[in-house]
């Protein structure tokens, strides 16, 4: 008797599975980690104040708790994205699930602020193994066309949705237990989703290739010190010598890594990935939105929470909408992207997260919840839902199987880099506005103020309220007239970028474009 082969013996299992709806739990495995690695980049942001008087942080080195995630995060997703090409999607994702409840029991645990911020540090380098191969398996789990482009909306609405449910998660685990459960949560969510990806998640086909080392050294690099740049302006001002020196390292890591990258057989960064224009127009327009998107979650949890005085729990429920917006947004562009393209909903969403923008710069002292924050995020939210679809989409369009990772981790990348970037700008902007009108309202509290409020404005060089609301109103108003400009900008983007051909709107639809003779099979076609 002949005796199948292990690959013969599978198939009708994986058949059976998919016809079981195993597609459906597979989506939920890979947007459960998703989820999970998005919103630990917001889940801490409620807990900062908790977890300063906690661990003894001063209120400079509290910001490098955000930034220690992020900058691991974005630094190294496109060394995880390769990963998952040369040993397997599947199982680099379940490594880097697993390396990510690790590193959030250890933060949770953590007894002083060095602890914490190394715990921060390797959540992200889990994060950056886990996220880019989960956004390639949707590529190779699902079927081109209607089925997959219901699974990028899924995908994009979790990744947008993320931050918003990050607040409120936060706001919950703060009110209810304390600080340490926004780390403490990960652990069993993380470890069923590594039980549950084996059974419900298909490994990949390996590309045999070498990791580049000095590339992802030298990205990361270069990306830390342009992003402390930033930071060390907003703190020391633009003629700091040490923010001179970090731009001007940068400049020349970067420079090495594209050199090293150009010279490179195997890449992480395959540049000629940029010499297609709708790619690198997408790119661009992720580096914008990512930057918006992430100091409207920024500068709107500082105002909910010390102008309108929310509590934690309150703050997190204000955003709830957002995330059932981009959910909306998502599901919109998922339906009609295959008629209309993607171009339409790359312009109107940016179009909608720049009306968003500016309409929050009218806020002051005395706007209210209902009448000035939730509007404007509601249609903030429905630009970025239609947004992150089609992005999703185009920057995996048209890309070889076995550069799908890096593809997808250079999207992650860029909207990471983008979010610290912009959000470093947006708080220069911000310090550079709070401390002019500070200047205003210093003689007024000087003459109102009683001896009470003196003694604490002395202790803390803080103004208190109302005064102190005025400035941090007037700064945050600013801050969001340059958070509308990046939006805008990402709109422009698209009208002059991005150009979809008929038989890119053909594949979108279900269709298969005709190829090259001998030229290598893409994401976009039959796998």
């Given at each position: 008797?002949?005796?199948?082969?292990?690959?013969?013996?599978?198939?009708?299992?994986?058949?059976?599975?998919?016809?079981?709806?195993?597609?459906?739990?597979?989506?939920?495995?890979?947007?459960?980690?998703?989820?999970?690695?998005?919103?630990?980049?917001?889940?801490?942001?409620?807990?900062?104040?908790?977890?300063?008087?906690?661990?003894?942080?001063?209120?400079?080195?509290?910001?490098?708790?955000?930034?220690?995630?992020?900058?691991?995060?974005?630094?190294?997703?496109?060394?995880?994205?390769?990963?998952?090409?040369?040993?397997?999607?599947?199982?680099?994702?379940?490594?880097?699930?697993?390396?990510?409840?690790?590193?959030?029991?250890?933060?949770?645990?953590?007894?002083?602020?060095?602890?914490?911020?190394?715990?921060?540090?390797?959540?992200?380098?889990?994060?950056?193994?886990?996220?880019?191969?989960?956004?390639?398996?949707?590529?190779?789990?699902?079927?081109?066309?209607?089925?997959?482009?219901?699974?990028?909306?899924?995908?994009?609405?979790?990744?947008?949705?993320?931050?918003?449910?990050?607040?409120?998660?936060?706001?919950?685990?703060?009110?209810?237990?304390?600080?340490?459960?926004?780390?403490?949560?990960?652990?069993?969510?993380?470890?069923?989703?590594?039980?549950?990806?084996?059974?419900?998640?298909?490994?990949?086909?390996?590309?045999?290739?070498?990791?580049?080392?000095?590339?992802?050294?030298?990205?990361?690099?270069?990306?830390?010190?342009?992003?402390?740049?930033?930071?060390?302006?907003?703190?020391?001002?633009?003629?700091?010598?040490?923010?001179?020196?970090?731009?001007?390292?940068?400049?020349?890591?970067?420079?090495?890594?594209?050199?090293?990258?150009?010279?490179?057989?195997?890449?992480?960064?395959?540049?000629?990935?940029?010499?297609?224009?709708?790619?690198?127009?997408?790119?661009?327009?992720?580096?914008?939105?990512?930057?918006?998107?992430?100091?409207?979650?920024?500068?709107?949890?500082?105002?909910?929470?010390?102008?309108?005085?929310?509590?934690?729990?309150?703050?997190?429920?204000?955003?709830?909408?957002?995330?059932?917006?981009?959910?909306?947004?998502?599901?919109?562009?998922?339906?009609?992207?295959?008629?209309?393209?993607?171009?339409?909903?790359?312009?109107?969403?940016?179009?909608?997260?720049?009306?968003?923008?500016?309409?929050?710069?009218?806020?002051?002292?005395?706007?209210?919840?209902?009448?000035?924050?939730?509007?404007?995020?509601?249609?903030?939210?429905?630009?970025?839902?239609?947004?992150?679809v089609s992005l999703t989409l185009m920057a995996l369009?048209?890309?070889?199987?076995?550069?799908?990772?890096?593809?997808?981790?250079?999207?992650?990348?860029?909207?990471?880099?983008?979010?610290?970037?912009?959000?470093?700008?947006?708080?220069?902007?911000?310090?550079?506005?709070?401390?002019?009108?500070?200047?205003?309202?210093?003689?007024?509290?000087?003459?109102?103020?009683?001896?009470?409020?003196?003694?604490?404005?002395?202790?803390?060089?803080?103004?208190?309220?109302?005064?102190?609301?005025e400035v941090l109103a007037h700064g945050v108003s600013?801050?969001?007239?340059?958070?509308?400009?990046?939006a805008v900008l990402a709109a422009l983007i698209a009208?002059?970028?991005?150009?979809?051909?008929?038989?890119?709107?053909?594949?979108?639809?279900?269709?298969?474009?005709?190829?090259?003779?001998?030229?290598?099979?893409?994401?976009?076609?039959?796998?």
């Amino acid at each position: 008797m002949t005796r199948s082969s292990p690959r013969s013996a599978a198939a009708p299992r994986d058949a059976a599975r998919d016809k079981g709806g195993g597609n459906v739990m597979a989506l939920f495995v890979i947007a459960s980690c998703q989820l999970m690695v998005v919103l630990d980049i917001t889940i801490v942001n409620i807990a900062l104040p908790h977890i300063q008087s906690a661990l003894d942080f001063s209120t400079t080195s509290l910001s490098w708790v955000v930034n220690a995630y992020t900058l691991t995060f974005g630094g190294l997703l496109l060394l995880g994205g390769r990963a998952g090409d040369i040993l397997g999607r599947r199982r680099v994702f379940i490594v880097g699930v697993l390396l990510f409840v690790v590193a959030s029991l250890l933060g949770g645990l953590a007894q002083n602020s060095g602890q914490l911020l190394a715990a921060r540090a390797l959540q992200g380098v889990g994060g950056a193994i886990a996220s880019p191969t989960s956004l390639a398996l949707i590529s190779t789990t699902f079927r081109e066309g209607p089925e997959r482009n219901r699974a990028f909306g899924v995908f994009a609405a979790v990744s947008a949705g993320g931050g918003a449910i990050g607040l409120l998660a936060g706001g919950m685990l703060v009110e209810w237990l304390n600080w340490r459960w926004v780390l403490f949560v990960n652990v069993p969510i993380g470890i069923l989703i590594a039980l549950a990806a084996p059974r419900w998640i298909k490994e990949s086909e390996r590309h045999p290739g070498r990791f580049d080392i000095t590339g992802a050294l030298t990205s990361t690099a270069g990306m830390v010190l342009l992003v402390y740049g930033f930071i060390r302006a907003a703190q020391d001002g633009w003629r700091d010598a040490l923010t001179l020196a970090s731009f001007g390292a940068a400049v020349v890591v970067l420079v090495v890594f594209v050199l090293v990258e150009r010279r490179s057989r195997q890449p992480i960064t395959p540049l000629h990935m940029f010499a297609d224009r709708n790619r690198a127009g997408t790119y661009g327009i992720m580096l914008c939105l990512a930057a918006a998107l992430f100091g409207m979650f920024f500068f709107l949890t500082l105002f909910v929470q010390n102008v309108l005085d929310f509590s934690p729990l309150r703050a997190g429920l204000a955003f709830l909408p957002v995330s059932a917006v981009i959910a909306v947004g998502a599901g919109l562009a998922s339906r009609f992207l295959p008629v209309y393209g993607p171009k339409p909903f790359m312009v109107g969403g940016g179009v909608l997260a720049a009306a968003g923008l500016a309409w929050l710069t009218l806020t002051d002292v005395h706007s209210t919840y209902a009448g000035s924050v939730l509007g404007p995020m509601l249609v903030f939210g429905l630009g970025m839902g239609m947004e992150f679809v089609s992005l999703t989409l185009m920057a995996l369009s048209n890309v070889r199987v076995r550069e799908s990772g890096a593809a997808s981790g250079l999207l992650n990348a860029t909207q990471q880099v983008g979010g610290s970037l912009g959000l470093s700008i947006l708080v220069t902007v911000y310090g550079t506005a709070s401390s002019n009108e500070a200047a205003k309202q210093v003689p007024l509290f000087l003459r109102q103020a009683n001896p009470a409020e003196l003694t604490q404005f002395r202790r803390t060089g803080q103004l208190p309220s109302p005064w102190g609301d005025e400035v941090l109103a007037h700064g945050v108003s600013a801050a969001f007239v340059m958070a509308a400009v990046f939006a805008v900008l990402a709109a422009l983007i698209a009208v002059l970028a991005i150009q979809v051909r008929p038989s890119d709107l053909e594949r979108l639809q279900g269709g298969s474009a005709p190829e090259a003779a001998g030229e290598e099979r893409t994401v976009s076609g039959e796998e």
